[in-house]
Nanobody, 111 residues
């Protein structure tokens, strides 16, 4: 049974940082691309960043230079380091591998 579990969300002030984690089980995630998506209030779910099995990365324009995606294949983990956070980054953040999704972790950026 494939499980993806996100963690690390919370409330942070504008300009602050958070690190999200995604723990994968039941799947050899090292064989696949992985990605972070987010869904803000009243918005569709959008791609934030992706990382291939060999470590190539891609980012949405809105987060380039502020977010960094990474993975640890030995631990079956993926991360999203978020810096210079803005109120518009407020969303539920989801990790995805193939057609499998986690339940998400809430990130709220507010003073």
């Amino acid at each position: 049974q494939v499980q993806l579990v996100e963690s690390g969300g919370g409330l942070v002030q504008p300009g602050g940082s958070l690190r999200l984690s995604c723990a994968a089980s039941g799947i050899f995630s090292r064989l696949y691309s992985m990605a972070w998506f987010r869904q803000g209030p009243g918005k569709q779910r959008d791609l934030v960043a992706s990382i291939t099995d060999d470590g190539s990365t891609a980012y949405a324009d809105s987060v380039k230079g502020r977010f960094t995606i990474s993975r640890d294949n030995a631990k079956n983990m993926m991360y999203l380091q978020m810096s210079s956070l803005k109120p518009e980054d407020t969303a539920v953040y989801y990790c995805r591998v193939l057609d499998f999704w986690g339940r998400g972790t809430q990130v709220t950026v507010s003073s």
